[in-house]
């Protein structure tokens, strides 16, 4: 990415046609090639957030324009990421917007159903309904000496569930290998994951 970022020559910003070498904030987003709907398909190329041609929506935004009830209904909001990596987000229930119609569930299509992505709905319903990761232990929390490091199964540490075990040291999507403990596996793999 800084490869392309240095490679706009000064010329082509503001000449009329959307050079993508220079479609960026600090090349001032091709001064404005890249937002000018005579010159481009700004839906693909404007990501000026400050023109108002530009090409995305962020999720405030999404939530605003479609209004929906977030006090009955549980919103599983389909949209497309810059995040490539995003496969989805959720509101906690404690979010002061969780019950409005800025709550809910926001999935990126490109992962949905996929391999290795087809529990991410339930995972983030988990979330929405206050679930932690099981790995929390090493991801949330600040460091191995965190008095809420979980060490052992617990209901006040980690995840704050005691029938998923503690994973201090591994931040994957299974519980520890453990014998035994295969019963554990919904409770602790369909309560987290991205
Ligand atoms: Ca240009
Ligand atoms: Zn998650």
Redesign the pocket.
């Known amino acids: 990415m800084s490869g392309h970022r240095s490679r706009c020559p000064e010329h082509k910003q503001g000449n009329g046609v959307c050079d993508p070498e220079c479609n960026w904030e600090n090349f001032f987003y091709d001064l404005g090639d890249c937002c000018n709907p005579n010159v481009t398909d700004v839906t693909k190329t404007c990501f000026n957030r400050s023109s108002p041609h530009k090409a995305y929506l962020d999720v405030k935004e999404l939530k605003d324009i479609l209004h929906l009830d977030g006090s009955t209904h549980l919103n599983v909001f389909f949209a497309n990421s810059s995040d490539e990596d995003l496969a989805g987000v959720a509101t906690w229930p404690w979010d002061k917007e969780a019950l409005t119609h800025l709550g809910g569930i926001v999935l990126n299509p490109s992962f949905y159903g996929t391999f290795g992505h087809t529990d991410t709905m339930v995972?983030?319903i988990g979330?929405s309904l206050g679930l932690y990761?099981v790995f929390r232990g090493i991801s949330e929390i600040e460091s191995c000496n965190d008095a809420c490091l979980e060490t052992e199964p617990s209901m006040e540490t980690g995840d704050l569930c005691a029938d998923t075990n503690p994973t201090p040291k591994y931040k994957g999507c299974h519980d520890p290998e453990l014998a035994g403990q295969r019963d554990l596996r919904l409770s602790a793999f369909h309560t987290?994951?991205?």
């Open positions: 995972h983030e979330h990761h987290h994951a991205v």
